[in-house]
């Protein structure tokens, strides 16, 4: 009953580093999405793939980077990580109709 | 203006309480309405979906769209602290993207 499952749960980052935040599900879900949760921002759309092998850029993509090579695993890059991209991150899927979303767990970043 | 609209909070209720969550939104086309329930340090999870104008009753909560307001509810009977969290509103136009829109969620403490 696994889900969506994401990984790490907290990192903490130096200023420029890169990293990747894993996100896998088990549902069969074509669609997938990366957000991110910032106090009294809400969630904003990050990156989000409606099948393997295709992505498209959300409210905030600057930054981050995606790929969608299995229908299982959506993982989310940073490139050269900065302080403003402290933040909660959040990995959903989605069926086709895209009506109902199912959140991963969260993964915790500071960068320093 | 944001396209959904949710006062932030926090909203404090005794235990026992009939607790009214509200959103609103300007987009006409959207036709797909979700509550989620994000607890402290954890992801969203969905609560309930309806479709359309009308309510959906689930338990002790219920949900209501009125699509002529633009406005929707989530109604909580018999509040217990185990409810307190963050509730998001979510909502969606059919057909076309699948990325629903959401509001930035209100914070409940229901208190013993």
């Known amino acids: 009953n696994a889900g969506v499952t994401q990984t790490p749960k907290f990192q903490v980052l130096k200023t420029g580093q890169s990293m990747t935040l894993q996100c896998a599900q088990d549902m069969n879900h074509e669609y997938m999405s990366w957000y991110r949760q910032d106090p009294g921002m809400g969630l904003r759309l990050i990156h989000y793939s409606v099948g393997a092998g295709i992505t498209d850029q959300g409210e905030v993509p600057n930054g981050y980077n995606v790929s969608r090579s299995t229908t299982e695993d959506f993982p989310l890059r940073l490139l050269s990580a900065a302080p403003s991209q402290t933040s909660v991150y959040f990995c959903?899927?989605?069926?086709?109709?895209?009506?109902?979303?199912?959140f991963g767990e969260g993964s915790w970043l500071t960068v320093v | 203006q944001k396209e959904v609209e949710q006062d932030p909070g926090p909203l404090s209720v005794p235990e026992g309480a009939i607790v009214s969550l509200n959103c609103t939104y300007s987009n006409s086309a959207f036709q797909y309405f979700m509550w989620y329930r994000q607890y402290s340090r954890k992801g969203p999870e969905l609560l309930m979906y309806?479709?359309?104008?009308g309510n959906k009753e689930d338990g002790r909560f219920t949900a209501q769209v009125d699509k002529s307001s633009k406005y929707i509810s989530l109604f909580i009977r018999d509040s217990q602290p185990s409810d307190s969290a963050t509730y998001l509103c979510a909502m969606k136009a059919a057909g076309g993207s699948y990325i629903p829109t959401f509001g930035r969620g209100t914070s409940l403490i229901v208190h013993p």
């Open positions: 309806t479709y359309s104008s």
């Open positions: 959903a899927s989605s069926p086709e109709s895209g009506n109902t979303i199912y």
